[in-house]
Every structure is written in structure tokens, then in C-alpha cells.
């Protein structure tokens, strides 16, 4: 985990994603790059007066750089703070793409929380890099040292698994829920993830679940009766147009989750 970029937009260090991204630059030695997006300008009217707010909410945000700058100083770590000016989901996705993770807020009983989470889904649709989510009540010191993966067999569910792999080789206890189901009946699954992990130094618990049965609710609510720190799994394992429609664990989720979630389509 060499990079590392947090969506801070206008939170402050009390943000506990601010607060998990310190921490993990810190602990793996990565660099950090604080991030607020600002809006395109407007094409029309075609006035000064009109590029007056766009103005201000850029002067606003770049004079946020020396404290992040200090911020980071104070916390033993290497970063930068960048502005980029665009449309928010296809910037945020295209940038996080320059780093191993991207820490993101995930609302927690705000009244514009279901628009955020729309954005976060439509952010991890793109294909954007490994989103961290960190609920904006969580508290803790981010160490994860219990961790939760959902494993399906799915490409999603891989590179949530690749992402985390840091943090897993570093873990105190790794429980997997093995829901793979990618084998043919009696024969091993197409994909030899236990030996994979085993040779990377990764110890795990596994659990088998099915993945029709043991949806996000369940799966969320046993990885915290477990004591788990985080989860790790793949997103919108089907379309998210049927996921929408249907619901799913994704959607669950993203609108639920009292747990810090690093998540990959």
C-alpha cells in the first residue's frame, strides 16, 4: 500500500476518514494525497459575475493546503493536497485510479445520505480504485486487526481481497466466508484462494455461507458479532441495474454498514 487518497472535500481531522487514512499512511509508510473536488464552471451565462462563486469555493479550498501540509507533518506522513476541477463522480474515480486505495465518508443517518451513497455506488461503477469506506460514527484506532472477507468467487471479490492484502498479512485473526461455488460439484473451486493466501502469509479462518442465503444484512451482522474491524468483498457481484431493482448486498450496504467496508467492482 504505497498510495493512498482521501475524498477530505470540507471535513475537518475529527472525520474518521481522515482520521483511517492518517493512519494507514502512517502505518505502511504511503503517500498521502488529500482531495476536494470543486465543480466544472458554468457554461452559461458567459459573465464575470457568474464564475465569482467558482472562484471563491477555489481560493476556499486551496488555502486548505497548509493545513493539511501541517496535518500531515504532525502525523509522520508524506502528502499533498490536490483541487481537481470536474464533474464529481468520473473525477473522483479517474484520480483515485493513481492510488492503491481511496478513503471515503459513508453517511450515517444524514438526510442527504441516500444521494451520497448513490454517488459512492456510481463512483465504484466507474471503475474506481478500492474504495475504503469508513462510517462517519466509526471510532476506533483503525488498526483492523480482526477483518471479515466475503468471498464469492467473483473478479470484484478478488481485487477487494488484492487491495486488502496488506492489511490482511498484518491482521491478528482473517475470517473468510467462503461462498464460492465456482467448482463443479465434488471438484475444487476454480480458484485456489486459500493456497494463495497461505503463501502470502495470510492465516484465516473460513466459514462456508451461501451467497444466495447469507445476504449483506447477515453477512454484515456476523462479521460484527465476530468483532471485526473491517470487510472486505467485492461490489455488485450482479448488475447494478438488477441490484437497484432488487436490492442486494451492495445496496444493503452502502445504506447500512456500521462497519469500515473496502470495497472493488
Given at each position: 500500500?504505497?498510495?493512498?487518497?482521501?475524498?477530505?472535500?470540507?471535513?475537518?481531522?475529527?472525520?474518521?476518514?481522515?482520521?483511517?487514512?492518517?493512519?494507514?499512511?502512517?502505518?505502511?509508510?504511503?503517500?498521502?494525497?488529500?482531495?476536494?473536488?470543486?465543480?466544472?464552471?458554468?457554461?452559461?451565462?458567459?459573465?464575470?459575475?457568474?464564475?465569482?462563486?467558482?472562484?471563491?469555493?477555489?481560493?476556499?479550498?486551496?488555502?486548505?493546503?497548509?493545513?493539511?501540509?501541517a496535518l500531515c507533518r504532525r502525523h509522520g506522513v508524506s502528502g499533498a493536497w490536490e483541487t481537481p476541477c470536474g464533474m464529481y463522480v468520473p473525477t473522483l474515480a479517474?484520480?483515485?485510479?493513481?492510488?492503491?486505495?481511496?478513503?471515503?465518508?459513508?453517511?450515517?443517518?444524514?438526510?442527504?445520505?441516500?444521494?451520497?451513497?448513490?454517488?459512492?455506488?456510481?463512483?465504484?461503477?466507474?471503475?474506481?480504485?478500492?474504495?475504503?469506506?469508513?462510517?462517519?460514527?466509526?471510532?476506533?484506532?483503525?488498526?483492523?486487526?480482526?477483518?471479515?472477507?466475503?468471498?464469492?468467487?467473483?473478479?470484484?471479490?478478488?481485487?477487494?481481497?488484492?487491495?486488502?492484502?496488506?492489511?490482511?498479512?498484518?491482521?491478528?485473526?482473517?475470517?473468510?466466508?467462503?461462498?464460492?461455488?465456482?467448482?463443479?460439484?465434488?471438484?475444487?473451486?476454480?480458484?485456489?484462494?486459500?493456497?494463495?493466501?497461505?503463501?502470502?502469509?495470510?492465516?484465516?479462518?473460513?466459514?462456508?455461507?451461501?451467497?444466495?442465503?447469507?445476504?449483506?444484512?447477515?453477512?454484515?451482522?456476523?462479521?460484527?458479532?465476530?468483532?471485526?474491524?473491517?470487510?472486505?468483498?467485492?461490489?455488485?457481484?450482479?448488475?447494478?441495474?438488477?441490484?437497484?431493482?432488487?436490492?442486494?448486498?451492495t445496496r444493503w450496504l452502502l445504506g447500512h454498514s456500521r462497519l469500515p467496508m473496502l470495497l472493488a467492482h
Open positions: 500500500m504505497r498510495d493512498i487518497t482521501v475524498n477530505v472535500g470540507v471535513a475537518t481531522e475529527a472525520e474518521p476518514a481522515v482520521a483511517c487514512a492518517l493512519s494507514l499512511a502512517k502505518r505502511f509508510g504511503a503517500f498521502l494525497t488529500g482531495l476536494q473536488i470543486l465543480p466544472e464552471a458554468p457554461p452559461l451565462p458567459g459573465t464575470a459575475r457568474a464564475a465569482e462563486p467558482l472562484a471563491a469555493a477555489e481560493d476556499a479550498a486551496a488555502s486548505r493546503q497548509a493545513w493539511w501540509d479517474l484520480r483515485s485510479l493513481l492510488s492503491d486505495v481511496l478513503v471515503e465518508s459513508l453517511p450515517v443517518g444524514s438526510p442527504e445520505g441516500l444521494a451520497i451513497v448513490d454517488e459512492l455506488s456510481r463512483v465504484l461503477f466507474k471503475g474506481s480504485a478500492p474504495l475504503l469506506l469508513v462510517p462517519q460514527n466509526c471510532t476506533g484506532d483503525f488498526e483492523f486487526r480482526r477483518i471479515a472477507v466475503g468471498w464469492n468467487g467473483s473478479s470484484e471479490a478478488l481485487r477487494a481481497i488484492y487491495a486488502a492484502l496488506p492489511l490482511l498479512r498484518v491482521a491478528h485473526e482473517v475470517i473468510v466466508y467462503d461462498g464460492d461455488r465456482s467448482g463443479l460439484p465434488g471438484a475444487p473451486p476454480m480458484l485456489r484462494l486459500r493456497e494463495w493466501l497461505g503463501h502470502r502469509g495470510v492465516r484465516c479462518q473460513w466459514i462456508g455461507f451461501d451467497p444466495e442465503q447469507m445476504v449483506g444484512s447477515a453477512l454484515h451482522d456476523d462479521a460484527q458479532a465476530r468483532h471485526a474491524g473491517l470487510l472486505v468483498m467485492g461490489a455488485w457481484g450482479r448488475s447494478r441495474m438488477s441490484e437497484l431493482v432488487l436490492g442486494g448486498a
